[in-house]
């Protein structure tokens, strides 16, 4: 079963869900870097936090928290702004931070970050209870 997370008073005019979360899991469509009166944050670091503050109301919204987060995409408008946005970041996720892929591309709007994420829900996931075998992983020089 899947629900949609909409936000309260926010026109439908676009062909998209704010979220949508199953029984194990939640997809959050790209949050942007604006304040609830819909200022633009002027910096990467201010857009960050103001995308992952707004990712994280949604996640609660669900039951769920940062700490459930396995998966974020950050959209940057320029990639220069990467350690901006890696300082603002780590405030969100200071320790065993989720699997992340940043990609630069170009935003619509005035806004320089954008970013996306899957969640388990409640703290489960489809492996939940599963004894994993550590894996040892080891990179080969290049």
């Known amino acids: 079963m899947r629900s949609i997370v909409r936000r309260p008073g926010f026109p439908p005019t676009l062909p998209l869900s704010r ?6 899991l939640v997809f959050i469509s790209g949050q942007v870097g ?11 670091y201010a857009q960050t936090r ?16 940062l700490s459930n987060v396995l998966k974020v995409t950050v959209f940057l ?4 702004g990467y350690d901006e946005m890696n ?4 405030e969100f996720f200071p320790s065993d931070p989720p ?14 970050v954008e970013v996306e ?9 489809s492996n939940a209870g599963r004894k994993r075998k550590k894996q040892n992983y080891k990179t080969s020089g290049r």
């Open 77 to 80: 408008r320029d990639l220069s």
């Open 87 to 90: 300082s603002a970041y780590r």
């Open 34 to 44: 604006t304040d609830d009166s819909g200022q633009i944050g002027e910096s990467v």
């Open 99 to 112: 699997a992340r892929s940043c990609v630069g591309t170009a935003l619509l709007n005035g806004y320089l």
């Open 117 to 125: 994420a899957i969640a388990a829900r409640n703290g489960r996931s």
């Open 50 to 65: 103001l995308a992952l503050s707004r990712l994280n109301a949604i996640l609660e919204s669900v039951g769920s928290s």
């Open 19 to 24: 979220a949508v979360a199953t029984d194990s």
